[in-house]
């Protein structure tokens, strides 16, 4: 992403069929370098659980945290509001234990379905309302289960996003104790180095 582009690599924020086709180019999008894809496999480790589980993978875009996740032994629900970017998300995982649905983000079509982890990166900050959001993404969790968030605050002339501080506020009703990793000061996740507010979060609940 340049300095002002909107989390979506086009600098709209809004027209995601049109960005479909060339949104893996962005290197931390297509993840098609090793060292980031390696670097954002290894963060993603930490964050999902050890033993294999059902993750729900919400505005997953082109699935590249879906691939990486389904690497990683979990079975993976992809959920994006694009179907250009389904359509890429599911050529991208092919022969995976995943299945890809066209739906919004905030009301996943997910049934009575409940899941180990909600994942979920740079969707939240475009989404109206995300205090009800995150509340019915808790609603989505098994016990136990936890809230995966990638977010952070881009560009410096007109910034959007959501900082951590105020996603941590939004979370603490909501769940156990919410652990913030810092990742703007690693440039192998993002292919450059960067110095806007790039964070995940980690949210288990009881
Ligand atoms: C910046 S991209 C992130 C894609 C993916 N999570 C990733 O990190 O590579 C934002 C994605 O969210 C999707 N999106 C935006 N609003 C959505 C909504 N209300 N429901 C579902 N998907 C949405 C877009 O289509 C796009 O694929």
């Known amino acids: ?14 027209d995601w069929d049109a960005a479909a086709a060339t949104f893996d180019d962005e290197p931390d999008h297509g993840l098609r370098d090793p060292e980031a894809r390696r670097a954002w496999a290894d963060r993603l480790r930490g964050w999902l659980p050890e033993r294999p589980s ?3 993978d919400l505005g997953c875009g082109t699935g590249s945290l879906s691939l ?10 992809g959920v ?41 990166r740079h969707v939240l900050w475009a989404l109206p309302e995300p205090g009800r959001v995150l509340r019915h993404w808790r609603e989505l969790l098994r016990p136990g289960g936890r809230l995966v968030l990638v977010e952070g605050v881009w560009g410096t002339v007109t910034p959007v996003g959501i900082p951590a501080d105020r996603l941590a506020a939004l979370l603490a009703p909501l769940t156990g104790p919410v652990r913030v990793e810092r990742l703007s000061g ?21």
């Open 1 to 14: 992403m340049t300095n002002d582009d909107h989390g979506d690599g086009t600098g709209t924020g809004l």
């Open 54 to 56: 059902d993750v729900l």
């Open 68 to 77: 990486l996740a389904a690497g990683q032994g979990h079975r993976v629900t």
């Open 80 to 120: 994006d509001s694009s179907p250009p970017m389904v359509d890429l998300a599911r050529a991208k995982l092919v022969g995976r234990d995943a299945a890809f649905l066209v739906g919004d983000a905030a009301a996943p079509p997910v049934g009575e379905e409940r899941f180990d982890v909600v994942l979920v």
């Open 186 to 206: 690693d440039a192998r996740l993002w292919g450059k180095d960067v110095d806007d507010e790039r964070y995940a979060v980690v949210a288990a609940v009881p």
